[in-house]
């Protein structure tokens, strides 16, 4: 890879043409490795909203496809820095170094690993780029971390790669590369925490089991989509102490960033208390968790927190008489509610030509229903197929509360 002047602007000045266009005119760019500058080009596009700040450094290289996708976004990379502590950091996987980068912010010393050559290379060169008075010279590690010796550092992290040998995802920790399940006990000596991002994925229950010294996880969503669960462990004894003297608590912290602001929940991460089921069907007020606490699963600590009731056991959708204007995520007045029958099928278009359709436990998939009723996609109307406590299968008809 040689990155000049010339190839940055050639970039640049093409960064809005069609990529295959490019390709069947490269030989009228004399001088200029299209195809290279092809692949910036799509990795520039696929990045600008998830990297803003690195999208406007023009001399930043990219990585390649399956970098790209798999780097967390600034917003979850910056998150990750607000909840690890310390002076020194190891990244043992550092892709394209976002996570790296972020991380490493206000740190005394930085170690990126990566086991790919032309990796290693884009980070050198970008780290030189970033560089400012905030971060710590990069000490960039080519080589298979298994293979080096693990530094004595205060946090390591850790992004295992989610595709097998033939491309396809996986997402059990087992599959992932490196097998985080059997490399914990090297890192945990190492370290004073270790964080590990996992695939939105992954089965939080198995996560619990098969990690040592789990202290949090966070589950990270950005605009209601599950993008990131991060596990952060340490070998300091269960009953630990904080500086201030209070005993530390295992949590669930639950974070999606929305357009409108931040839904952050703290939960115990503790077995789940039971969840309370609604003791008189469907009433004014039906509440949607956010998309990350339907991935903690904490329905019963929901429940208990909110003074809400769910519809049935596996219908996760609250209820309530009395409005909870601070319950975390979407909130609907229940306008009317109906037995759901095929004759009810045959007239409820005449009544509501245009809805958001959603199910939840129900008999039929939302894209079903939209079918089976002939109602349009849209408008101000939410209906809800749902089975509830006792009740069986209904439809309810709700109009957004807008808080």
Not at 56 to 79: F, H, K, N, W
Not at 185 to 203: E, G, I, N
Not at 343 to 368: M, S, V, W
Request: hydrophobic residues 40%; contains cysteine.
């Amino acid at each position: 890879m040689e990155w000049t002047p010339e190839l940055r602007d050639f970039i640049q000045k093409h960064i809005d043409d069609d990529t295959s266009d490019l390709l069947l005119a490269a030989r009228k760019y004399q001088g200029v490795d299209v195809p290279f500058a092809v692949e910036q080009i799509e990795a520039r596009k696929r990045l600008k909203g998830k990297l803003p700040e690195w999208y406007a450094l023009s001399d930043l290289i990219m990585g390649g496809r399956v970098p790209a996708e798999q780097c967390s976004s600034e917003l979850t990379a910056r998150y990750k820095r607000s909840i690890v502590e310390g002076e020194s950091l190891c990244d043992m996987t550092g892709g394209m170094g976002v996570d790296f980068w972020y991380m490493s912010e206000g740190m005394e010393r930085a170690i990126y690993t990566e086991r790919s050559d032309s990796l290693c290379e884009v980070a050198r060169h970008n780290f030189q780029v970033l560089k400012d008075d905030k971060h710590p010279e990069a000490e960039v590690r080519c080589g298979d971390g298994r293979m080096l010796p693990v530094p004595l550092v205060d946090v390591i992290y850790l992004d295992p790669a989610r595709r097998a040998g033939d491309g396809s995802r996986v997402y059990a920790m087992e599959d992932c590369e490196p097998n985080v399940v059997e490399w914990q006990d090297a890192l945990l000596q190492h370290a004073r925490t270790v964080l590990v991002k996992l695939s939105p994925m992954v089965d939080i229950t198995d996560v619990l089991r098969k990690l040592k010294g789990v202290r949090e996880v966070h589950i990270v969503g950005v605009k209601n989509e599950c993008k990131e669960v991060l596990v952060k462990q340490s070998l300091s004894p269960a009953d630990s102490c904080d500086e201030a003297g209070s005993k530390v608590m295992k949590t669930f912290h639950c974070v999606d960033f929305l357009s409108s602001g931040k839904i952050e929940c703290v939960f115990p991460l503790v077995e789940e208390t039971a969840v309370p089921l609604t003791d008189n069907g469907v009433k004014r007020y039906l509440y949607e968790p956010d998309v990350t606490l339907m991935k903690a699963g904490v329905f019963g600590s929901l429940c208990a927190r909110y003074a809400v009731q769910q519809l049935a056991a596996d219908t996760h959708l609250m209820t309530s008489d009395v409005l909870v204007t601070d319950f975390p995520g979407r909130i609907f007045e229940v306008t009317e509610k109906m037995p759901f029958s095929s004759k009810l099928i045959k007239r409820i278009k005449r009544q509501c030509p245009q809805a958001n359709i959603a199910t939840r436990n129900f008999l039929l998939t939302a894209d079903e229903l939209r079918k089976r009723t002939g109602i349009r996609d849209g408008g101000d109307v939410y209906m809800f197929g749902v089975k509830v406590r006792d009740e069986g299968e209904q439809l309810l008809l709700c109009r957004k509360q807008c808080l």
